[in-house]
């Protein structure tokens, strides 16, 4: 999968590496340890245990991402060595079974490339991983086991015929002989302490009078290891609840609107469960199992109406109990159908009142919680019921004004939960988001705020993309509001040394459009801080709500939406567009998100096994083919095109999103303006959605209206973005079969439509600049040679069919010292050294007047598959070098293009040359058709227009109609001279 987000971007931005903590967890006491995250205090009794051992090959300070049953997951420090390595104990609440591991550090260089599936027996799992290679080993190597010189077991034992002179005696390491004198609820307790002067790997006991043998691995570093054990079971359990005698109901969920899933933790006979099993007065039909009729862990209950998702309901079986939870009932088609709404949601407001409508069909109890003022801390002011109407939605009309009402939903759910959650269709937020606000968005707008005029096509747009910190932050650029929303359209600003800067230098340098990283309200930074701070934003908290760190005052709700709206204004004032960065395919953290809080299990995408999909590697992927989140999809696209006049969006991991909601976003847009552009990361990301239905570029010709960052142009130019030191073209190793193809702007040919669909780049916020690529692949390079690569690599950006694509930067070379995810890194990596505009300034003078160039000429810009077909031929594309032809010959006008990605200089006759001259080129002009080593050169030639004949075309019908007046004027005339002849 050519996915350069997988792990990276959105895990880092999401959780900042956050880890849990045994904590006061007695037995593990101090195993683990965190740098971020709070101490989390466990419950032994129902703790599963995951040991990961590992041996680097290399340090690159590894530690372990790991999650359990559909839980997120959440990185954990090594914490101990032994012979084999380094080790760290990890503790998953409740009755794991099997969990996942990825051996990585904290810039998401993973140690193998597939997520390891680790089984989890008895409530503890074992893995021995060898730096570099994929298989895990679920014993360890002879002589690198984990030894001991002393350990404690906790022997927790349970026999139904009584603990008379029952004694723990154990023979490895040592004879030592305990007494059971505790009593906990699953039986007698006895403690064993062992110590021996040679080193041991188990702990080998008996109980009497039973005589069974046990033998236990300590858990490494452990204060204590507990066990459980039954008389006539052999098996030793580090879990209770995985014992037979201490059966439980796992869960029991409803997975269907007629059915619920009951998963047992030890096995019961059919008929038993048939004869004790009832459902709160809910008539049964029936109840089925896959299981052996004599050993039923799981079992289905059919019932013969409907159930109600918003009442609560408790099993009864096995003389077991058990709260019903709402499964995956919630995410089919038959609930959609039930309970999808199509009005709108939100603080509807109007100046003599405003309505509350949340959507929450599974909610027992919605009320509506204000607050005194919109402060951040302000207290409670009233704490209101709604009421249920149709389609699960909850509502509540407050009369008056209430503008500038900060507010909260407080809803109660059948499980006994109780979620306080922000307004999922907040416009505006308190500060850090953690409060909605009511506001009259509309009127919160600069003067003659409006859309721009239409564009033509997309690929007459040059798209620039910027991080609005990135872009005012350096002392260097003269800007005032520095890493604010407004530090983007100051006009009038300069280096120390006089060069423009900021709005005033984008606008000399020709692009049409900037496309700004997440403006969005996300969770990484915290707006109530001066200190330093930085984030990309790919972790969303409020989707239509304007970050607030970028607002000169993020304490005022009206102030982030107003200031972005005179950013957009000012933009367009200037002729410049705006694109906006959207993160539909995942949240920053589904647990906290208002989508979880208000409709738990609905808005997220989930496995077979019921675990959260983690196709975006963020720990969650929304669940965009389910009908109420597309609708909400479709509902913030209109909202931040229509009220913030945006001039394109695009889409992050739009792979990650089903191909009907991007069609319905398209078709959405095109009532607004058709104009506005759609580009998107069509990569194929592995989440549960079938092949044919993800927003991929193989999918792209179901995308019409839609383009898709060209991975393949990318890396044919560069070189692969997972392996830094991998050259491509532009370093002498290129692939030029893939790169001759994707000049065309139609390299995938049977799946994108035309070149409109092609986003052209080799830079952008993801992996290494550039120019950091290029001291990678070519490191012994001159600056001047490093130069002449970067921009070579540019040109075939500026002149390749399809939409051009930079960085920010990219035109003076910038350079984030080689850190290839700088997603949250200082300003000293990530801000524009507005500098190199002078340093670098033959590169930029390169750049803009490439774009001039392709702005003046309609053949460097053809717009549909048949236009380059008939308009452009490829003459060269082996031993890298590409060239290629194109003419318009009713225009007499004629160009050829040629590449030199070799270290010699070249002759090109491919095509015959006679007329045509150098206009235009990444080094000096040649007066020849000799192009020079790392020179890319554009040769044009003027002939006499080509004017079409005019003909006149008949067909049977349009050739009897122009003879019939000539044959009558022929009749008529021939009948008067007879007449007058006699």
Avoid at 699 to 724: C, E, H, M, Q, Y
Avoid at 725 to 741: R, Y
Wanted: net charge positive; aromatic share 10%; hydrophobic share 35%.
């Amino acid at each position: 999968m050519k996915i350069h987000k997988f792990s990276r971007k959105c895990v880092k931005a999401l959780l900042l590496l956050t880890v849990v903590v045994i904590g006061s967890l007695a037995p593990l006491g101090s195993l683990v340890h965190s740098t971020t995250q709070t101490v989390v205090a466990a419950d032994t009794t129902d703790t599963s245990f995951l040991i990961v051992h590992y041996h680097a090959k290399e340090n690159k300070n590894w530690d372990v991402w790991a999650w359990a049953d559909g839980n997120d997951g959440q990185a954990y420090q090594f914490t101990g060595t032994d012979a084999f390595g380094q080790y760290v104990v990890i503790p998953f609440k409740g009755q794991v079974e099997k969990a996942g591991v990825i051996i990585r550090n904290d810039t998401w260089v993973k140690d193998g490339d597939k997520d390891r599936e680790i089984p989890i027996k008895h409530g503890r799992g074992e893995v021995w991983i060898n730096g570099g290679s994929e298989e895990n080993l679920f014993t360890a190597p002879t002589g690198q086991e984990a030894t001991f010189t002393n350990a404690k077991v906790n022997v927790h034992y349970f026999n139904k015929q009584g603990y008379s002179d029952a004694k723990v005696q154990a023979t490895t390491p040592s004879a030592t002989t305990a007494e059971f004198t505790g009593t906990d609820d699953f039986g007698k307790v006895a403690n064993l302490d062992l110590t021996n002067q040679e080193a041991f790997t188990d702990v080998k006991f008996t109980v009497t009078p039973n005589g069974q043998t046990y033998s236990v691995h300590p858990i490494p570093g452990a204060t204590a290891t507990d066990v459980w054990i039954a008389a006539g079971d052999k098996e030793v359990y580090y879990n209770p609840y995985f014992t037979a005698v201490f059966r439980s109901i796992k869960v029991a969920s409803i997975d269907t609107m007629t059915s619920v899933t009951v998963n047992l933790t030890s096995a019961a006979t059919l008929a038993a469960i048939k004869s004790t099993t009832d459902l709160e007065n809910v008539a049964i039909d029936k109840i089925t199992t896959t299981d052996a009729k004599n050993s039923v862990k799981q079992f289905v209950i059919h019932v013969k109406h409907p159930l109600d998702l918003s009442r609560s309901l408790t099993l009864r079986t096995l003389d077991l109990t058990k709260k019903v939870t709402i499964g995956a009932a919630i995410r089919t088609a038959a609930f959609d159908k039930e309970y999808a709404y199509g009005g709108q949601l939100g603080a509807l407001y109007q100046k003599a009142a405003t309505t509350f409508k949340v959507w929450a069909p599974t909610a027992t109890q919605v009320k509506l919680v204000t607050y005194k003022t919109n402060d951040a801390k302000a207290p409670v002011a009233k704490t209101l019921q709604m009421k249920k109407e149709v389609k699960g939605v909850w509502s509540i009309k407050l009369t008056g004004n209430q503008a500038g009402l900060a507010y909260t939903y407080q809803l109660a759910f059948t499980d006994g939960k109780v979620n306080t959650s922000v307004d999922p269709y907040a416009k505006a937020a308190t500060l850090n988001g953690d409060r909605s606000v009511v506001e009259d968005v509309a009127k919160i707008t600069p003067k003659n705020f409006k859309r721009m005029e239409p564009f033509t096509s997309p690929v007459d747009a040059v798209i620039y993309e910027a991080h609005v910190r990135d872009f005012s932050i350096n002392s260097n650029s003269g800007i005032k509001d520095k890493g604010k929303f407004l530090g983007l359209i100051q006009a009038g600003t300069k280096t120390p040394s006089g060069q423009a800067t900021g709005i005033d230098y984008l606008k000399q340098l020709g692009i049409t459009h900037v496309e700004l990283l997440p403006i969005f309200d996300y969770a990484s930074v915290d707006e109530s801080s001066t200190a330093p701070q930085y984030n990309w934003g790919y972790d969303p908290k409020n989707y239509d709500v304007p970050e607030g760190s970028y607002a000169t005052n993020a304490k005022d709700p009206t102030n982030r939406i107003l200031e972005l709206k005179q950013t957009i204004k000012g933009m367009h004032d200037k002729g410049l567009r705006v694109i906006m960065d959207v993160v539909y395919n995942h949240v920053s953290s589904a647990a906290d998100s208002p989508f979880e809080k208000t409709v738990p299990g609905y808005y997220f995408r989930y496995n077979s096994d019921g675990s959260m999909a983690n196709g975006s590697g963020c720990g969650n992927d929304t669940a965009s083919e389910r009908v109420m989140m597309r609708k909400y999809i479709l509902d913030s696209v209109k909202y931040w095109a229509t009220n913030y006049h945006l001039d394109g969006f695009r889409f992050d991991l739009m792979g990650n999103i089903d191909v009907e909601t991007m069609r319905e976003v398209r078709a959405e847009l095109n009532k607004i303006d058709k104009s506005i552009i759609v580009i998107g990361e069509g990569w194929d990301l592995d989440t549960p959605l079938p092949s044919s239905e993800k927003s991929t570029q193989d999918n792209a010709a179901k995308l019409p209206g839609i383009a898709f960052f060209n991975d393949t142009f990318r890396d044919a130019v560069k070189g692969s973005v997972f392996d830094g030191p991998a050259g491509a073209f532009v370093s002498g190793l290129g692939n030029t079969f893939d790169l001759g193809k994707a000049i065309l702007g139609n390299d995938k040919s049977s799946n994108y439509l035309a070149p409109t669909q092609s986003v052209n780049y080799v830079e952008a916020h993801d992996n290494l600049t550039l120019f950091d690529k290029l001291s990678q692949t070519n490191p012994t390079d001159t600056p001047a040679v490093r130069e002449q690569r970067d921009t070579l690599a540019t040109s075939f950006v500026l002149f390749s069919q399809g939409i051009p694509f930079m960085q920010a930067g990219q035109e003076f070379l910038r350079t984030k010292g080689g850190n290839d995810n700088s997603y949250n890194a200082p300003d000293s990596v990530n801000a524009i050294d507005w500098n190199r505009i002078t340093q670098q300034k033959q590169a930029v003078n390169f750049v803009k007047a490439g774009l001039k160039l392709r702005a003046s000429e309609p053949l460097f810009r053809l717009t549909s598959a048949a236009a380059v077909a008939k308009h452009m031929k490829v003459t060269a594309q082996q031993n890298n070098v590409i060239a290629y032809e194109l003419s318009d010959p009713a225009r007499g006008v004629h160009y050829v293009a040629v590449f030199n990605g070799t270290s010699k200089a070249l002759n090109y006759t491919a095509t015959n040359m006679t007329g045509y001259k150098a206009i235009f080129s990444n080094t000096d002009l040649p007066s020849s058709n000799t192009v020079k080593s790392l020179q890319m050169v554009i040769y044009k030639k003027t002939t006499k227009p080509i004017k079409a004949k005019k003909t006149t075309k008949y067909s049977k019908g349009n050739l009897l109609f122009e003879i019939l007046p000539a044959v009558a004027v022929l009749i008529i005339g021939t009948v008067i001279w007879q007449i007058k002849k006699h």
